[in-house]
């Protein structure tokens, strides 16, 4: 369907825009957390013992996001689900408190890893009703990068600019309060109950699935692999990676952000993994001084477009899984366990292989990617033949973005003059399902009205003949 010129920012509802903010606040919070664990590692620990922190510290942000489908498995009633929440929010609040003014080793590391874990709890919760609320949409990666971005650029002003404990710690707080107030006042019915199914069967499509985690597991190697090094240079003193080039890493979510947005997602696998293939030089570069700016301008801007892959393509998927909750999140976990298992040894393979050796590891892997995602994106990619009116209403569900259920709504609603209690009967579904699958249908098209509905079909029809 065409889109207006500036039109896409106008057909985010308020739905999306609180679920938008909450993400970016999220993935602040979540940044903050993660600078702060391993800034007091070093302190306490050492410099040494700093990416081992790291790598745990990943870990925890793993298990949080798969507490949340587990709970959410085992709490049913909207009470409870909205009560585990909260108690996230409030424990990832008392354990950032404790972990930036513990003296102790072993408290710290108990206050570190609550932290963590209830920050991918609550992150875990965030990505689930990002899939939910954004099902459908052609501005998701817009909407996702460009917050993600100013994230960015609000840790680089509260690390740079503003570096007094006070304020990184208030904004944390700040930051993880906000979330849990969005979370729990989410003005959208189905947040804490359980989601209308996709389509009847709601199988999760295996083949989709086995390319996304294999991809991001990949690209995951490879910003180990460089994310191993630079941290293990950060904690030493040897360079900054908090100052002036991590806004590389916010030019790198939004460019990857109107990637995802273009050609129904299939430009964003093949720029990410362009990319990936350009940072693996960067490796090579951290060797001087005057390279290490290169370096790690490179190494963030393919990280915007590997976090943006991980997000919204994961994001896209979920809703048409039989576990949305679980797989919205999954590709975070990915990361997280992949990056943890190659973080801790970098250090120590970077000083006995040296930089070329890690970049020929960098680029193999690189490849290893494109083998993965080029065959995915042929596939999705073929061109389709012109329409015969047989196929036009198909078509125009799969343009709107409509999952099966719905299109089994919207040929109802074209092909009869049924009232919507009539078609909840022949469906064999309830009145207040049918409303809220005319609601999302109408949201898609940007229909106002059943007779607009009809309008924008006839167009079609005529558009594609």
């Not at 354990?95 to 570190?112: D, N, V």
């Not at 609550?122 to 990002?130: D, E, K, L, S, T």
Request: net charge neutral; proline share 4%; with cysteine.
């Amino acid at each position: 369907m065409e889109e207006q010129p500036g039109g896409i920012w106008r057909e985010l509802t308020r739905e999306q825009w609180f679920q938008a903010a909450c993400f970016a606040l999220c993935f602040l919070a979540f940044m903050l957390a993660e600078a702060a664990v391993n800034a007091r590692a070093a302190l306490l620990f050492g410099p040494e013992l700093v990416n081992a922190a790291y790598a745990l510290g990943l870990v925890c942000t793993g298990l949080g996001f798969l507490s949340f489908p587990l709970l959410r498995k085992l709490i049913r009633g909207e009470r409870g689900r909205r009560g585990a929440v909260l108690f996230a929010g409030v424990l990832c609040m008392i354990s950032a408190i404790l972990l930036l003014t513990a003296e102790q080793a072993a408290l710290f590391s108990l206050c570190a890893a609550l932290c963590l874990l209830s920050c991918g709890h609550i992150g875990g919760c965030v990505y689930y009703n990002h899939a939910m609320t954004f099902q459908g949409s052609r501005c998701t990666g817009r909407a996702t990068g460009v917050g993600m971005a100013l994230a960015v650029v609000l840790q680089f002003l509260i690390q740079s600019v503003f570096p007094l404990d006070a304020v990184f710690l208030t904004s944390m707080i700040a930051s993880i309060l906000l979330v849990v107030f969005l979370v729990s006042r989410a003005p959208w019915d189905w947040m804490l109950d359980d989601p209308l199914p996709y389509s009847a069967g709601n199988e999760t499509p295996r083949r989709t699935a086995l390319v996304l985690l294999s991809a991001v597991v990949l690209m995951s190697l490879v910003s180990g692999l460089i994310d191993g090094v630079i941290t293990a240079f950060d904690s030493a003193g040897t360079y900054d990676i908090y100052h002036g080039v991590r806004l590389f890493y916010a030019l790198g979510l939004v460019a990857a952000g109107w990637a995802a947005d273009l050609r129904e997602r299939r430009l964003l696998p093949l720029a990410a993994a362009c990319f990936i293939l350009l940072s693996s030089i960067s490796t090579a570069l951290l060797s001087s001084p005057a390279g290490y700016f290169a370096g790690v301008a490179l190494m963030y801007a393919y990280n915007g477009f590997y976090v943006i892959f991980l997000t919204v393509l994961f994001c896209d998927f979920a809703p048409r899984t039989s576990r949305p909750e679980l797989w919205a999140g999954l590709g975070r976990v990915a990361r997280c366990f992949t990056v943890a298992a190659v973080v801790p040894s970098m250090p120590w393979l970077y000083d006995v292989w040296g930089s070329t050796a890690l970049t020929v590891a960098s680029c193999l892997l690189s490849v290893a990617v494109l083998l993965v995602l080029v065959p995915w994106i042929i596939r999705s990619g073929k061109l389709e033949q012109r329409l015969s009116p047989e196929q036009a209403l198909e078509h125009f569900c799969q343009s709107c973005r409509l999952t099966p259920r719905e299109s089994e709504v919207l040929q109802k609603l074209l092909e009869s003059d049924d009232s919507l209690q009539a078609i909840a009967t022949d469906l064999s579904i309830s009145v207040r399902m049918v409303q809220r699958y005319v609601t999302s249908i109408y949201e898609k098209t940007g229909a106002k009205s059943r007779t607009g509905l009809h309008q924008r079909y006839t167009r079609y029809m005529l558009d594609n003949r």
